[in-house]
């Protein structure tokens, strides 16, 4: 059964940072396609980050760009988004998800096969 798990969510003060993780299990993801999406209550799933099988290419929604880094670990099994200078804006619930077959980097969620459980980040003015 293929699993991914995030960690890393919490309460933080503007400007801080944070580290998000998410293990995946029962499958290895190192030649596929992998992403963060953020859902805040009442709007829409929206893409965050994604990246290639390989690091080589990233994605970055403007609202992010120059704060958030999108990183993975094939070894692990694992995907990473390093958050700096957090703003309330940032405040979501955050996913994690995967692709089962597309290796490019990937931007519609429709696209994607699965999916974490979500670990909030709450950012305080």
């Known amino acids: 059964q293929v699993q991914l798990v995030e960690s890393g969510g919490g309460l933080v003060r503007a400007g801080g940072s944070l580290r998000l993780s998410c293990a995946a299990s029962?499958?290895?993801?190192?030649?596929?396609?992998m992403g963060w999406f953020r859902q805040v209550p009442g709007k829409d799933l929206e893409i965050v980050a994604a990246i290639n099988w390989n690091s080589d290419n990233r994605y970055y929604t403007d609202s992010v760009k120059g704060r958030f880094i999108i990183s993975r670990d094939n070894a692990e099994n694992t995907l990473y988004l390093q958050m700096n200078s957090l703003k309330p804006e940032d405040t979501a619930v955050y996913y994690c998800a995967a692709a089962k077959y597309a290796s490019t980097v990937v931007l519609r969620s429709v696209s994607y096969d699965y999916w974490g459980q979500g670990t909030q980040v709450t950012v305080s003015s």
């Open positions: 029962g499958r290895t993801f190192s030649g596929n396609s």
